[in-house]
């Protein structure tokens, strides 16, 4: 039985590429940096937490599959763009890194996400031209997909059981391709990589939202480059009690998954001031692995000061993430400590995702005194530039049972930047 629910989930009408081969056969014919791009961005949406590896059919059926030949051809495709657009190349390098190379084994299985695990079937012969220039085949060379990236990178992917060169080769090189005398050139734009996540965990705790309701104010975003980043967000919002605020925020990536933000904003209606907010921290946003960051979410006026006793201490953990077709479930544990008093919040939240897009939010929280409170929303969050996000977000604080949709809730509309 084991053997047809495998056979039945990788097979694929005949004749007919699947979609994730169609993803590799436009980035392959791509012939500027925008159009791999739009590729490379579908293959990261294509990604399956329970396979560690892209999708074969792009999340649009269960269980989550994937062909060892065609994961060949999209890291041939990969690595022959990098090639030829030198500046998507880190990009590629970055989005083949988070990617399980381990689950491959010898290049020779095909995979179907279970429950339990992996379930692995043999797959069909083929040459394994991509695998090898990858440096994830058994006997291939180091490869020099990954030259561009940091070491603590570099570190993660070998991990992942990719093989990049070694760096002292890789610096050798570049050494002994430097013209004797260069002119210095501008150093090229930042640019953003694609990487899979849902919307954003950090948030006002119950407690330390403004009485009365107000929205969440922009967060980090899940920009992680490696390289220095800067994003923006513009928003607006109606909270529903009568009022309405306009922001903009800003955001720095000095590393990977470090960050620090700011943002400006205007409250009217029933009252009425400009107000800021700020956090700093580490966000990784990969499935299984800790935060911590410190927050004022405000609305902060400047006759608060910097606003410390507003700011809220996050630790958190975000765990694995089980997909059923295009529907993913997130969980984000976290224990949050207003500085205002120390009294600690632990919380659980759950997200459930279609599409890497629209989702549905649901958390709860116990208080010191034991006291439980729940927060939700729904909406549409699109994290990539220009990427437009609407929701309903109501964080509380709401005593269970009662939801205070319009006292705490807030609709909130917003549009996202990268630079």
Known sequence: MVWVALVAALAAPAGQPSPLSRVAT?????????????????LNLAFSAALGLPDERLHRTAPPSLRAATLDEVLLAITDAAERLPEIREEAARLVAGW?????????????????????????????????????????????LFDGLSAAERDAAVARCWRPRPLEEVEKKAEQSEPAVSAPTPPPPPRYSAVRVGP???VPVPGAAPAGGSIAPPVAGPWSTGKLHIGTMAYVAWILDGRYEVGLAGYWNPLSFLFARAGLGYRAGRDHAPYYSWGFGYDD??????????????????????GFRQAVLDVGYKGFVPCF???????????DVPLKDGTAFVGVRETITWEELWFVRLGVSLTREGNVQWVYGLGRYDWRPLGISVSYDNWGPNQVPHPNVTRHGALTASINGSF
């Open 26 to 42: 436009r980035l392959a014919a791509a012939r500027d940096a925008a159009a791999a791009r739009s590729a490379l961005a579908e």
């Open 100 to 144: 399980d190379g381990c689950a491959l084994r010898d290049g020779q299985w095909d995979l179907v996400g279970r429950s339990t695990g992996i379930a692995r079937a043999p797959s069909v012969q083929f040459e394994p031209l991509g695998l090898v220039a990858a440096g994830v085949s058994p006997g291939s060379v180091p490869s020099p």
């Open 200 to 202: 954003p965990e950090h």
């Open 285 to 306: 946003w990969h499935p299984n692995t800790f935060s911590i960051q410190l927050n004022d979410f405000g609305p902060t006026t400047p006759s608060d000061g910097l």
């Open 325 to 335: 077709g295009a529907f993913c479930l997130s969980s984000y544990v976290s224990v």
